[in-house]
């Protein structure tokens, strides 16, 4: 069974730009969550979707939003980048996004902004 | 509010001595614990989880870890160090949010292994 995939792998970007990062969840997992991590803040929670519904978010700016598609993969979009936006963004996937369930994480995407 | 404290952002042990990871939990109630390692360049990899029952609980690679309630403690060891456990490791907690699955993890702990 493939694991979760996350493209692009690197991104540089410049202030004010926009992204898009992309992941696939693992086959028959619905649940995928984002997280950043930067070395000052650690890991963060970003959102939660399930069933192309977004059921939690975190204490992040409107500027990060993302959607889930009917075949489970998911977008995190950002706008307005900011140089503290760079970071290694997370996506993990599970079946169904419940609290003792295990997170199956992808490798990241490694977005640097200019 | 849930909550998790790693102690010691960076812990050094030789090869074949004994890995202690400490982390300690606040939680208004009984909590899901996780620990999770990632090596460089990857993602996060689930090492063992508490949920219900056992409170000494083995993971892979050789770890386990014990739920102490009273202590509101969830330490990770290993008996033998190895340089392939040579990463960071996150401590994590679920919340409680209708159910659903939000982990807080702590600052981590960079594990260095030398010969």
């Known amino acids: 069974k493939a694991g979760v995939t996350q493209t692009p792998r690197y991104l540089i970007k410049t202030r004010g730009q926009q992204v898009t990062l992309s992941c696939s969840p693992i086959s028959g997992h619905r649940s995928v969550s984002w997280y950043q991590q930067t070395p000052g803040q650690g890991l963060q929670f970003l959102f939660e979707y399930f069933s192309e519904t977004q059921r939690n978010k975190g204490n992040f700016p409107g500027r990060f939003s993302g959607r889930q598609f009917s075949n489970s993969r998911s977008e995190m979009n950002v706008s307005t980048l900011e140089l503290g936006d760079s970071a290694l963004y997370l996506c993990?996937?599970?079946?169904?996004?419940?609290?003792?369930?295990?997170?199956?994480f992808g490798s990241g995407t490694q977005l640097s902004v200019l | 509010a849930q909550s998790v404290t790693q102690l010691g952002s960076h812990v050094s042990v030789s090869e074949g001595a004994l890995v202690l990871l400490r982390c300690n939990y606040s939680s208004s109630v009984p909590p899901y614990l996780f620990w999770y390692v990632q090596y460089p360049n990857q993602g996060l990899q689930l090492l063992l989880k508490y949920t219900t029952g056992a409170t000494l609980v083995k993971g892979i690679n050789g770890f386990e870890a014990e739920f102490k309630k009273s202590e509101t403690s969830f330490h990770l060891t290993k008996p033998s160090a190895h340089m392939s456990d040579a990463a960071e490791y996150f401590c994590?907690?679920?919340?409680?949010?209708?159910?659903?699955?939000?982990?807080?993890f702590g600052a981590g702990t960079r594990l260095a292994v030398h010969p």
């Open positions: 994590a907690v679920t919340i409680s949010s209708g159910g659903y699955n939000k982990l807080i």
């Open positions: 993990a996937s599970s079946l169904a996004g419940s609290t003792n369930e295990k997170l199956f």
